[in-house]
């Protein structure tokens, strides 16, 4: 089942920089999309959203970025931090099917060099 | 800040045992919900649970899996006869209420479960 994958294992960025993370995501009825950080040993903590009617939401230093048309996402965080450092999972869901049930990314591991 | 909590942190089991992992949800929330992550792969949906009742379950969720909200606070995930294949980290997560779209899930810490 690869609804929504990852295809970046690993990204490494200097800090200051530009982290950009993607997603690709297979089932058109998926109309809302999260990301999510994880820290070794700790849950996943939800990062920032974005439903489908729109194309871009920002929150401070993150930003996603929805391309329906494409079937991608993206999320930008600018200016990159080492606290940013850790596992990032893009995860996809249907609003309105009820239980809302999350489809997950298999991740991808950020670190940031100072 | 509200937050999903877990217990326990860590279980080791013996094949065969049963186990009970526990979360206590955010107080207000009204959706529960248990994931589980294989060391490598990806986060994966088990059960949703709404009104005291699964609203949804995957096929991983089968019959040694069962899920009980007890009391007012918690929430639990029973494996009645562990299997090998059922090591993993296992992820409580809740969420306000199925009548607004877009509401996010909020998850614990995880129990990392091992059995031997």
């Known amino acids: 089942d690869q609804q929504v994958k990852q295809n970046s294992p690993s990204l490494s960025v200097q800090e200051g920089r530009i982290s950009i993370l993607n997603c690709d995501y297979t089932n058109s009825m998926f109309d809302y999309f999260l990301w999510y950080k994880k820290y070794p040993a700790e849950g996943p903590t939800f990062l920032i959203s974005i439903s489908s009617i729109k194309d871009k939401n920002e929150d401070g230093r993150f930003t996603v970025f929805l391309n329906k048309s494409a079937k991608h996402l993206s999320l930008h965080i600018v200016p990159s931090q080492p606290g940013d450092s850790a596992v990032y999972f893009c995860a996809a869901t249907r609003q309105m099917q009820g239980a809302q049930k999350l489809v997950f990314g298999q991740g991808t591991r950020l670190t940031i060099n100072p | 800040e509200p937050e999903v909590t877990q217990t326990p942190s860590h279980q080791v089991t013996q094949m065969g045992q049963e186990v009970i992992l526990r979360c206590v949800p955010i107080s207000n929330h009204l959706y529960f919900y248990w994931y589980r992550q294989i060391l490598g792969q990806k986060v994966e949906f088990l059960v949703s649970f709404y009104n005291n009742e699964i609203s949804e379950k995957s096929e991983i969720f089968d019959d040694q899996f069962s899920v009980e909200r007890p009391d007012g606070s918690n929430f639990t995930l029973k494996i009645r006869s562990t299997k090998l294949e059922d090591s993993a980290m296992y992820f409580c997560?809740?969420?306000?209420?199925?009548?607004?779209?877009?509401?996010?899930?909020?998850f614990g810490p995880g129990t990392r479960l091992l059995v031997l």
């Open positions: 997560a809740s969420r306000v209420t199925g009548q607004l779209t877009g509401e996010t899930q909020y």
